[in-house]
């Protein structure tokens, strides 16, 4: 028998709240790095003003980051609601919304799923710190219909994808990505020839390897 939907959703909605409240005090002994989510947010707010987030973030740009935009343009159009609040408010909302989908998609059949007590576990805290989309992703696992969501960080859902394979997930990425393209054609190549100048970021195994002394 599947739970019950108002105990559940009241269950989910309180975590929900926990976990935003977390990432709102965490949020000031974060001062020297931006969230996960901060990107996408000022991404949104340049495409409500007219502009290009691939041309317009980014360091001595019109819109000061410590990076380029790195993130495709469904993230973008995901954080478009986020856009009217402050950036602290944002990630405590996108959070706080994260991990609620997380715990709505593990208590399909109980309350008393044991797979809750990644909830208290040190990973989701740095999740929470940083203002991740793995609660997202995550729920997307057992619910494919969130699946469309991987469009917004394909270096990470790809590995979701690979792991929980789902033909709903990959069509509704598929629509997502298809609907961003007809908005706006030239971001896809605007934003795989911005990937190669990307330095701050880089895979273990393309690490250099070091030179042996003499």
């Known amino acids: ?5 108002i105990p559940r959703l009241l269950f989910a909605i309180a975590i929900g709240v926990t976990f935003a409240a977390y990432e709102d005090w965490f ?30 973030i980014g360091p001595g740009r019109p819109v000061a980051h410590p990076y380029r935009l790195v ?44 797979q809750l007590l990644a909830l208290v576990s040190f990973p989701m805290f740095v999740t929470a710190q940083a203002v991740q989309w793995s609660p997202i992703f995550t729920a997307a696992t057992l619910m494919p219909w969130l699946g469309a969501m991987y469009a917004c960080k394909p270096s990470v859902a790809l590995a979701y994808l690979l792991a929980y394979p789902s033909r709903i997930a990959v069509l509704s990425t598929a629509v997502f990505v298809g609907a961003t393209v007809l908005i706006w054609p030239s971001w896809v190549p605007t934003w795989l020839q911005l990937l190669p100048t990307l330095n701050h970021m880089s895979a273990p195994t393309g690490a250099q390897a070091p030179t042996p002394s003499a």
Request: charged letters at 15%; zero cysteines.
């Open 71 to 114: 993130y495709p343009m469904p993230s973008a159009i995901v954080a478009i609601p986020f856009a009217f609040v402050s950036q602290r408010a944002a990630d405590a909302l996108f959070m706080g919304i994260g991990a609620a989908l997380l715990v709505w998609a593990l208590t399909a059949q109980t309350l008393r799923n044991p």
């Open 27 to 56: 949020s000031p002994q974060r001062m020297s790095y931006p969230s996960d989510f901060t990107q996408p947010r000022l991404a949104a707010r340049v495409l409500l003003d007219g502009g290009n987030p691939y041309e317009e």
């Open 1 to 5: 028998d599947r739970m019950r939907p």
